[in-house]
């Protein structure tokens, strides 16, 4: 048990709460304390100290101090002392066995504010299952830790042998079995693909294309050749001719052609009549339409030969067989194939011979172009230089395309390789190949090691799952039966219900349950359904919430096998509750000081400490008997321990009264409007205690004379009769100096002589009416 509270400094208001002498503890203390005094500073202390906490503590420093918290108790089990100390930073040991009620119990595992959340659920199932269901819990929370340290081992294996997968998957990865000769596979495998992929390059590969035959149409020549004009003027031709004789250019004909549509009457160079000239006349005999487009046929007939057999034509065929060389020199890899032969010289020469006998002819048809020029014969051995020139490039072509068929053929043939079938067949020798490496089996390994003991920790998280279910069911079961008798002890009108454990809040179970109120199922809802729907937010009162979780908390306590090792410390444990609840906390708390090995208990309710002690004193012996004390306010405004007279606090305000105007009276006070204040309510507590079934607590002064002056034998009221004058005339002094009868109370002056001797009236009053 905790046995001396030694020192506490820099904790809130508890700058420094021991001055003196350390505060001692009993098996059964009380420490009493108005709201705002520290007591659930102290409390949190204490929960810290259970817990081993050091934020908490450090949380609470006072505000306007530079010095760390230190806190000191002493332990005292008998046999063994221990000095438990925080001095800034941390505790030194703990008291596990400390287990606390206050708000932040409610908060964490019954309910906040207006909701019973997921957190509340899952902290009131570990509370309420006790040390067993709570080791076997811990051992499930264990083993997720183990199972998730065991997935994060798989993980790191993943991430390690991602670059070793290739196109595999892990799990195909790990499988992977080893092959002999393993090297000769890869290397037959890498050129099979290299030929494979080759062969993609080969159908792309160029070819030798064929010869166009030369293509040239006679007919049209000969016709052109051997056209004749009869139209033209006999001399015109002779004159003209003889004319142009006198002249070497050859562009003279064509000049004197052009000039023909130029001048009109007169020479465009001299400028003299040229009308009656026989060399004009001639002119326009010999240049007439006909002539013209004669002589045109025989110029384009002369650029055709030129296209067909000229040296454009020539150097296209020449490029043509020597691009096809070089394609042919490149098949040769792959496919038997001779050279094309083929004489270009002899084709350039024949190709030259025809074009000169063709221009040949033209030449002289431009020179005569009235006469018929050529013989069959001339057009027969052309054209059939022509054909033997064709035949041969026709035999050229004839190489060409067998090439072309053995290509195909060839092609053809190795297009039955797939080169990524060819391309995954290796890939997978080489990732065989890298499974084998001695880091990655050492990182397979431990990948399947983990899968493995993960599957092992799995089946064994479901058995003790299993173990754990069973005793929530259990334990669940029985500790429903237990709170709602203790909430039925309370005199509440409601319990709960379909208590048990459920696992929706993912791998740690929680609990949950529901309410019942006047025979109705209401569920715990959500902090929205206030406003929407019956739920824990709005069917409950705050003296039935808080009754709820002191019934939860006791029903665990009575089920603990080692209470008799238990240290419980109460925080205001009747706070909201009525007169009827607190007589009942009570004596629940008496029970538990029974089995409990220390009760510390905090109270800003001086009545109910009182009451408390006196329950304790009657139940328990004189070793028992409780040790109360008080925090209450010290130097700047900082709390202190000290000795607590309960009985003097609890006196009552009739009490507190008495002694005001006593002191007065007796020449012990000077607050002469303290004094005045009090008399009223002296006699006011004097009635109420003398008649207590009579006069109603809160009834006024006046209302309560007037009752008097009406009241008649039986009415015990009618023994006031000889002293009602006297309550009077006391009533009228005290009621100014009281707000609801004179608004200007505070004002109102005193003459102390008068007062003083109002207040020896009171006293009279009191003691000689009885």
């Given at each position: 048990?905790?046995?001396?509270?030694?020192?506490?400094?820099?904790?809130?208001?508890?700058?420094?709460?021991?001055?003196?002498a350390?505060?001692?503890?009993?098996?059964?203390?009380?420490?009493?304390?108005?709201?705002?005094?520290?007591?659930?500073?102290?409390?949190?202390?204490?929960?810290?100290?259970?817990?081993?906490?050091?934020?908490?503590?450090?949380?609470?420093?006072?505000?306007?101090?530079?010095?760390?918290?230190?806190?000191?108790?002493?332990?005292?089990?008998?046999?063994?002392?221990?000095?438990?100390?925080?001095?800034?930073?941390?505790?030194?040991?703990?008291?596990?066995?400390?287990?606390?009620?206050?708000?932040e119990?409610?908060?964490?595992?019954?309910?906040?504010?207006?909701?019973?959340?997921s957190g509340?659920?899952?902290?009131?199932?570990?509370?309420?299952?006790?040390?067993?269901?709570?080791?076997?819990?811990?051992?499930?929370?264990?083993?997720?830790?183990?199972?998730?340290?065991?997935?994060?081992?798989?993980r790191?294996?993943?991430?390690?042998?991602?670059?070793?997968l290739?196109?595999?998957?892990?799990?195909?990865?790990?499988?992977?079995?080893?092959?002999?000769?393993?090297?000769?596979?890869?290397?037959?495998?890498?050129?099979?693909?290299?030929?494979?992929?080759?062969?993609?390059?080969?159908?792309?590969?160029?070819?030798?294309?064929?010869?166009?035959?030369i293509?040239?149409?006679f007919?049209?020549?000969?016709?052109?050749?051997?056209?004749?004009?009869?139209?033209?003027?006999?001399?015109?031709?002779?004159?003209?001719?003889?004319?142009?004789?006198?002249?070497?250019?050859?562009?003279?004909?064509?000049?004197?052609?052009?000039?023909?549509?130029?001048?009109?009457?007169?020479?465009?160079?001299?400028?003299?009549?040229?009308?009656?000239?026989?060399?004009?006349?001639?002119?326009?005999?010999?240049?007439?339409?006909?002539?013209?487009?004669?002589?045109?046929?025989?110029k384009?007939?002369?650029?055709?030969?030129?296209?067909?057999?000229?040296?454009?034509?020539?150097?296209n065929?020449?490029?043509?067989?020597?691009?096809?060389?070089?394609?042919?020199?490149?098949?040769?890899?792959?496919?038997?194939?001779?050279?094309?032969?083929?004489?270009?010289?002899?084709?350039?020469?024949?190709i030259?011979?025809?074009?000169n006998?063709?221009?040949?002819?033209?030449?002289?048809?431009?020179?005569?172009?009235?006469?018929s020029?050529?013989?069959?014969?001339?057009?027969?051995?052309?054209?059939?230089?022509?054909?033997?020139?064709?035949?041969?490039?026709?035999?050229?072509?004839?190489?060409?395309?067998?090439?072309?068929?053995?290509?195909?053929?060839?092609?053809?043939?190795?297009?039955?390789?797939?080169?990524?079938?060819?391309?995954?067949?290796?890939?997978?020798?080489?990732?065989?190949?890298?499974?084998?490496?001695?880091?990655?089996?050492?990182?397979?390994?431990?990948?399947?090691?983990?899968?493995?003991?993960?599957?092992?920790?799995?089946?064994?998280?479901?058995?003790?799952?299993?173990?754990?279910?069973?005793?929530?069911?259990?334990?669940?079961?029985?500790?429903?039966?237990?709170?709602?008798?203790?909430?039925?002890?309370?005199?509440?009108?409601?319990?709960?219900?379909?208590?048990?454990?459920?696992?929706?809040?993912?791998?740690?179970?929680?609990?949950?349950?529901?309410?019942?109120?006047?025979?109705?199922?209401?569920?715990?809802?959500k902090?929205?359904?206030?406003?929407?729907?019956?739920?824990?937010?709005?069917?409950?009162?705050?003296?039935?919430?808080?009754?709820?979780?002191?019934?939860?908390?006791?029903?665990?306590?009575?089920?603990?096998?080692?209470?008799?090792?238990?240290?419980?410390?109460?925080?205001?444990?009747?706070?909201?509750?009525?007169?009827?609840?607190?007589?009942?906390?009570?004596?629940?708390?008496?029970?538990l000081a029974?089995?409990?090995?220390q009760?510390?208990?905090?109270?800003?309710?001086?009545?109910?400490?009182?009451d408390?002690?006196?329950?304790?004193?009657?139940?328990?012996?004189?070793?028992?008997?409780?040790?109360?004390?008080?925090?209450?306010?010290?130097?700047?405004?900082?709390?202190?321990?000290?000795?607590?007279?309960?009985?003097?606090?609890?006196?009552?305000?009739?009490?507190y009264?008495?002694?005001?105007?006593?002191?007065?009276?007796?020449?012990?006070?000077?607050?002469?409007?303290?004094?005045?204040?009090?008399?009223?309510?002296?006699?006011?507590?004097?009635?109420?205690?003398?008649?207590?079934?009579?006069?109603?607590?809160?009834?006024?002064?006046?209302?309560?004379?007037?009752?008097?002056?009406?009241?008649?034998?039986?009415?015990?009221?009618?023994?006031?009769?000889?002293?009602?004058?006297?309550?009077?005339?006391?009533?009228?002094?005290?009621?100014?100096?009281?707000?609801?009868?004179?608004?200007?109370?505070?004002?109102?002056?005193?003459?102390?002589?008068?007062?003083?001797?109002?207040?020896?009236?009171?006293?009279?009053l009191?003691?000689?009416?009885?």
């Amino acid at each position: 048990m905790i046995n001396k509270i030694i020192r506490i400094k820099n904790i809130g208001l508890l700058f420094d709460a021991v001055p003196e002498a350390p505060v001692k503890l009993e098996k059964n203390t009380i420490i009493y304390a108005e709201n705002g005094r520290g007591k659930s500073t102290l409390t949190s202390v204490f929960r810290a100290c259970s817990l081993n906490e050091s934020k908490r503590v450090k949380a609470q420093k006072t505000i306007d101090s530079s010095d760390e918290p230190v806190i000191e108790l002493l332990k005292d089990d008998g046999d063994k002392k221990q000095s438990i100390l925080f001095s800034g930073t941390s505790w030194n040991a703990s008291v596990p066995e400390m287990i606390v009620f206050d708000s932040e119990f409610v908060d964490q595992n019954v309910y906040s504010g207006f909701e019973v959340g997921s957190g509340q659920k899952k902290s009131l199932l570990e509370f309420a299952l006790g040390d067993d269901a709570v080791a076997i819990k811990n051992k499930i929370i264990e083993l997720n830790e183990k199972i998730r340290e065991e997935t994060k081992k798989r993980r790191d294996a993943e991430k390690k042998l991602t670059g070793f997968l290739g196109k595999l998957s892990i799990e195909n990865f790990v499988v992977l079995a080893p092959i002999k000769k393993l090297e000769e596979k890869i290397k037959s495998a890498e050129k099979k693909l290299a030929n494979a992929k080759r062969s993609v390059q080969i159908q792309k590969q160029p070819k030798p294309i064929s010869i166009k035959n030369i293509e040239f149409k006679f007919d049209s020549l000969i016709l052109l050749l051997q056209k004749e004009m009869k139209t033209l003027e006999d001399n015109a031709e002779a004159i003209v001719q003889e004319h142009l004789q006198k002249h070497s250019s050859e562009k003279t004909e064509d000049w004197l052609s052009q000039g023909q549509s130029v001048y009109e009457q007169d020479c465009p160079f001299c400028g003299q009549q040229v009308d009656d000239v026989k060399l004009i006349q001639a002119y326009q005999s010999y240049f007439s339409d006909e002539y013209n487009n004669l002589k045109k046929d025989i110029k384009r007939q002369t650029a055709e030969i030129k296209r067909v057999f000229g040296e454009s034509s020539l150097l296209n065929t020449k490029n043509t067989i020597k691009t096809n060389k070089t394609h042919t020199e490149s098949w040769k890899e792959h496919i038997l194939i001779s050279d094309i032969e083929f004489d270009i010289r002899g084709c350039e020469t024949q190709i030259s011979s025809i074009q000169n006998e063709l221009l040949y002819l033209t030449n002289e048809k431009q020179n005569k172009p009235l006469d018929s020029i050529g013989t069959e014969g001339d057009f027969k051995k052309t054209e059939k230089n022509l054909d033997v020139l064709n035949q041969k490039i026709n035999n050229y072509n004839k190489q060409v395309q067998d090439i072309l068929e053995k290509i195909e053929v060839y092609i053809n043939k190795i297009k039955g390789e797939n080169v990524k079938e060819l391309t995954d067949d290796l890939e997978i020798l080489e990732t065989i190949q890298k499974r084998q490496n001695p880091t990655v089996v050492s990182i397979v390994n431990s990948y399947q090691n983990a899968i493995s003991r993960k599957k092992e920790l799995q089946q064994e998280k479901e058995l003790v799952r299993d173990e754990l279910d069973s005793l929530m069911e259990k334990t669940l079961e029985k500790y429903q039966k237990r709170v709602n008798r203790l909430i039925a002890s309370f005199h509440a009108k409601f319990a709960i219900e379909k208590m048990k454990a459920d696992y929706r809040s993912g791998g740690n179970p929680r609990s949950n349950y529901g309410l019942v109120i006047r025979g109705n199922s209401i569920k715990l809802g959500k902090r929205d359904d206030k406003l929407t729907t019956q739920s824990f937010a709005n069917a409950l009162s705050e003296a039935d919430k808080r009754t709820l979780a002191f019934s939860f908390f006791v029903a665990r306590l009575e089920q603990d096998r080692n209470l008799d090792k238990r240290i419980i410390i109460l925080d205001d444990p009747v706070s909201s509750l009525d007169i009827n609840r607190r007589r009942e906390t009570i004596r629940t708390i008496v029970k538990l000081a029974d089995s409990c090995q220390q009760l510390i208990v905090f109270s800003h309710d001086a009545y109910f400490v009182r009451d408390l002690r006196d329950k304790l004193i009657d139940k328990h012996s004189d070793s028992a008997i409780p040790k109360i004390h008080e925090i209450h306010q010290g130097e700047k405004g900082y709390s202190v321990f000290d000795t607590c007279d309960i009985d003097n606090i609890c006196a009552s305000t009739y009490y507190y009264h008495y002694q005001i105007v006593s002191d007065y009276a007796n020449a012990k006070s000077s607050d002469t409007r303290e004094v005045a204040k009090a008399i009223r309510p002296l006699l006011e507590g004097y009635l109420h205690r003398r008649f207590p079934n009579r006069i109603s607590r809160g009834q006024t002064f006046g209302k309560t004379l007037r009752d008097i002056k009406d009241a008649e034998s039986p009415d015990i009221l009618s023994y006031l009769h000889p002293v009602l004058k006297e309550l009077n005339e006391l009533n009228d002094y005290a009621s100014d100096f009281h707000h609801d009868t004179n608004l200007d109370a505070d004002n109102t002056p005193i003459n102390k002589t008068e007062l003083q001797s109002f207040s020896e009236r009171a006293l009279k009053l009191l003691h000689q009416s009885g």
